[in-house]
């Protein structure tokens, strides 16, 4: 995949969550710079938006040590309440 489609694609993921860390809330601008995305079923290749979503450092990297984690089945965080419930209950 191009380089410019992978960043249009991280570009609307992102714009999708209006741009804040579905783990914890904070906006981008709070943070200071762009989510990181991931793969909800953890394939690299699988860049569909639907597959996609964003984060910031702090969530990303407790996502990558276990402690944190989305049930994408159930549509619902698991470990901990958010307050983008509601928007990944309809993504
Ligand atoms: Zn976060």
């Known amino acids: 995949m191009k380089k410019e489609t992978q960043g249009?694609?991280?570009?609307?993921v992102r714009e999708n969550q209006a741009y804040c860390c579905l783990g914890c809330g904070k906006s981008e601008e709070e943070l200071g710079?762009?989510?990181y995305i991931r793969h909800k079923d953890g394939n690299p290749d699988n860049n569909s938006t639907d597959n996609?979503?964003?984060v910031c450092r702090s969530c990303h990297s407790r996502i990558n040590?276990?402690?944190m984690w989305f049930n994408w089945k159930e549509k619902q965080p698991k470990n901990f309440i958010s307050?983008?419930?509601h928007t990944l209950?309809?993504?």
């Open 8 to 12: 249009l694609i991280n570009e609307i």
């Open 33 to 35: 710079y762009s989510l």
């Open 52 to 54: 996609l979503f964003a």
């Open 65 to 67: 040590m276990g402690e």
């Open 83 to 85: 307050r983008f419930f």
């Open 89 to 91: 209950a309809h993504m």
